[in-house]
């Protein structure tokens, strides 16, 4: 533990060297306020069907106010949203893309100040099923036609995509037939992570492309390196854990980042569950599998949970490779409706919501804090990544410190 | 079974036919004996370490006999042999390989008519120690050096390798620390594969290069993938079936055939092992730790294996990607003790041996048949792909059938 606070500080903080002046002439011997308004590293959940919901003004009574109180839990602590795109609900009939409902509530959490990540372009699961009348030719183009609409669409608002998920699986899946198993079997996976990803870039140039995978045994290592070796750039690393069957610890995650922290690319931990209600059995394969009626949280769990989600986020935060981590769900009750929240089903915060609370916006970040500029108008402060706002009476100014370790920054009041 | 032997014949035999002739003359309404010599398909076992000792002129007495009944056995059964180059028993001082006693060995197997194939020119296991002094880009250099030796040393005599073997563990292998395994953590699997053959491929453009691998995974094909993608010339895909904890079955075998045969790549089942003693326990993950004294060979066990030896060998038979099929070891007692033989240690031979004669030698094989030519001189037979000899009187022809489906051949006697 201590290792991992030691790892934060050396590769989260940077020692900032900020100069003031006013009309070229330093701010000397003055009582300055600094303070941290958000963070470099991206902490996140995904959509909310509620805030979803909320935002298209679907929404009353009870409902409505369950809706703000997730909302407001949500922005006390991330500053990243990622939203559905699956292709079945999506766009339900052909021609008929639920775009304006989702661009109302990208829209939203961007005027919040998150980034918000599009999730995800390909995939054989929640696949639309009228692919299935077509040849795989045509699969192929309605699959790209979709990129082509969906991320012009988006583009300013959604500007980071999980472009292909589970490419691994996705050739050999057996569960049921559907149109991308199809495409992927006659393509192969890097030619058709290929074409995916050329047609995402090609619609948005300025996008952070993801691949994404639940696997993380060497095929999805060999499967990135596969990729890069035949030149497709990919810009992030995504892996997933649904650790609905108990939290992996310290050292099978270390491991794991050991491994996809070899290609020198950013890793994007895009969708984790700890339960804090009991554990589904190991035998289960297809998580999918384990369907309940009943999956309640508990105070044993949730003290559990708390204790593995404090250690799970700062074994991450401690990579350098890290850039962002996404809590699935926030609250209760969604997928499988497992007790995966940090939330519970009447919104309120578990104690792993209060521990991430404790570390993201207190051990993590700088409260206004009160500093005096030197004769030069120079003062020193150590903070972790983010943008920060510094006062001096009633003017105000904001800048962000993007690297760690040493840095100067001139700032004109 | 009956849909295995119906794709046997489908791919594996050929109706010919053939037109003789004397002088520019039809050799009319004339009695021919026709009769398999070989098979175009690869039936092997790997070397036999007292066929290297007897070849080398090492055994004497009972030994002598016993290694002398081993060869018997072989050359009855099979036309491809396997010989080793683990480079810690090929070079244990570095600069005095043992090049002259296997090439003894080599060139004694091709006398008879077989093929020879090398294994391996690069793998973690059995790798020289001394390379443990050096930094990577030291072995990088006495690997690729090993390679130019030892394939130039063998052109023409072995030009077929298992030229990376394993590669999907390499890099994550943490049994032992070992050049290779350095190697191919910097290397990345990709580049080291590429590495390996393309200096091999250079050194002799004629050989048939392999790449070799017991993981059947996704995580292998996905790596033959990357590798095809990336641009390296893949030959043949090597599979392993090292069966100790129990024979795969007929399902299986399809279903990983199905997933390595889409690469459109001949598939080489490279190393072939079923007990005819108890199974390792499954719990077991690296074969090499199961360490026993004694495995013996039981009758029931004996039964057993010719039961699934039989319908292994008809599996592979019958998908027409398979090239090759080659056993390990052909006698009990060599790698793990195992009770893995076609042969008891005393060189008999055990019910699977019988079965496996019955159908290489008996079933899919032409004895010597009469047939009588047409006015014309023409006659048609179905047969095996293979060598053929006919005999008209004391005139003999040789010739091959190497496609299946339908051909004709014209021989002038």
Same mark, same amino acid.
């Given at each position: 533990?201590?290792?991992?606070?030691?790892?934060?500080?050396?590769?989260?903080?940077?020692?900032?060297?900020?100069?003031?002046?006013?009309?070229?002439?330093?701010?000397?011997?003055?009582?300055?306020?600094?303070?941290?308004?958000?963070?470099?590293?991206?902490?996140?959940?995904?959509?909310?069907?509620?805030?979803?919901?909320?935002?298209?003004?679907?929404?009353?009574?009870?409902?409505?106010?369950?809706?703000?109180?997730?909302?407001?839990?949500?922005?006390?602590?991330?500053?990243?949203?990622?939203?559905?795109?699956?292709?079945?609900?999506?766009e339900?009939?052909r021609g008929?893309p639920?775009?304006?409902?989702?661009?109302?509530?990208?829209?939203?959490?961007?005027?919040?100040?998150?980034?918000?990540?599009?999730?995800?372009?390909?995939?054989?699961?929640?696949?639309?099923?009228?692919?299935?009348?077509?040849?795989?030719?045509e699969i192929l183009r309605a699959q790209l036609d979709r990129i082509q609409r969906d991320v012009s669409?988006?583009?300013?608002?959604?500007?980071?995509?999980?472009?292909?998920?589970?490419?691994?699986?996705?050739?050999?899946?057996?569960?049921?037939?559907?149109?991308?198993?199809?495409?992927?079997?006659?393509?192969?996976?890097?030619?058709?992570?290929?074409?995916?990803?050329?047609t995402?870039?090609?619609v %948005?140039?300025? /996008?952070? &492309? $993801?691949?994404? +995978?639940?696997?993380?045994? !060497? #095929? @999805? *290592?060999? =499967?990135?390196?596969?990729?890069?070796?035949?030149?497709?750039?990919?810009?992030?690393?995504?892996?997933?854990?649904?650790?609905?069957?108990?939290?992996?610890?310290?050292?099978?995650?270390?491991?794991?980042?050991?491994?996809?922290?070899?290609?020198?690319?950013?890793?994007?931990?895009?969708?984790?569950?700890?339960?804090?209600?009991?554990?589904?059995?190991?035998?289960?394969?297809?998580?999918?599998?384990?369907?309940?009626?009943?999956?309640?949280?508990?105070?044993?769990?949730?003290?559990?949970?708390?204790?593995?989600?404090?250690?799970?986020?700062?074994?991450?935060?401690?990579?350098?490779?890290?850039?962002?981590?996404?809590?699935?769900?926030?609250?209760?009750?969604?997928?499988? %409706?497992?007790? /995966?929240? &940090? $939330?519970?089903? +009447?919104?309120?915060?578990? !104690? #792993? @919501? *209060?521990? =991430?609370?404790?570390?993201?916006?207190?051990?993590?970040?700088?409260?206004?804090?009160?500093?005096?500029?030197?004769?030069?108008?120079?003062?020193?402060?150590?903070?972790?990544?983010?943008?920060?706002?510094?006062?001096?009476?009633?003017?105000?100014?904001?800048?962000?410190?993007?690297?760690?370790?040493?840095?100067?920054?001139?700032?004109?009041?």
């Amino acid at each position: 533990m201590e290792n991992l606070d030691h790892a934060i500080r050396k590769n989260r903080t940077a020692k900032t060297t900020v100069t003031l002046s006013h009309n070229g002439v330093p701010v000397a011997n003055q009582d300055i306020l600094v303070q941290q308004k958000s963070h470099e590293f991206l902490f996140g959940t995904n959509w909310g069907e509620s805030t979803i919901a909320l935002v298209n003004g679907e929404l009353s009574g009870k409902e409505k106010e369950q809706a703000e109180l997730r909302n407001e839990h949500f922005l006390r602590l991330f500053n990243q949203a990622t939203l559905p795109f699956y292709w079945a609900r999506f766009e339900p009939q052909r021609g008929q893309p639920q775009t304006q409902r989702i661009l109302n509530v990208a829209r939203w959490y961007r005027g919040q100040g998150c980034l918000v990540k599009g999730h995800p372009l390909c995939w054989h699961t929640l696949t639309a099923d009228w692919l299935l009348s077509m040849s795989n030719r045509e699969i192929l183009r309605a699959q790209l036609d979709r990129i082509q609409r969906d991320v012009s669409d988006f583009a300013g608002v959604i500007d980071q995509w999980d472009v292909v998920n589970e490419a691994v699986i996705m050739p050999v899946f057996d569960r049921y037939d559907n149109g991308i198993t199809r495409l992927c079997k006659e393509l192969g996976r890097i030619e058709l992570i290929r074409a995916m990803f050329d047609t995402t870039r090609a619609v %948005n140039p300025k /996008a952070t &492309l $993801l691949l994404n +995978d639940f696997d993380v045994s !060497p #095929a @999805y *290592d060999i =499967l990135i390196e596969g990729c890069l070796a035949a030149g497709i750039q990919i810009d992030v690393i995504g892996i997933q854990t649904h650790m609905h069957q108990g939290y992996w610890g310290v050292e099978r995650t270390l491991s794991v980042l050991e491994r996809f922290a070899r290609f020198n690319l950013p890793i994007h931990f895009t969708e984790n569950t700890i339960v804090s209600g009991h554990l589904m059995p190991p035998d289960i394969v297809d998580l999918n599998d384990y369907q309940v009626n009943d999956w309640p949280s508990t105070p044993e769990g949730e003290k559990r949970q708390a204790q593995e989600v404090v250690l799970h986020y700062k074994t991450l935060f401690a990579h350098p490779a890290v850039q962002a981590i996404t809590w699935w769900d926030l609250s209760d009750g969604g997928w499988l %409706n497992a007790p /995966a929240g &940090l $939330l519970r089903k +009447d919104q309120s915060c578990k !104690p #792993a @919501y *209060d521990e =991430l609370l404790k570390l993201i916006k207190g051990e993590w970040w700088l409260p206004p804090t009160k500093v005096t500029t030197n004769a030069d108008g120079q003062f020193i402060f150590n903070g972790f990544l983010g943008g920060y706002e510094l006062s001096l009476g009633h003017q105000k100014a904001t800048f962000s410190v993007k690297e760690k370790g040493e840095s100067s920054i001139s700032i004109s009041l």
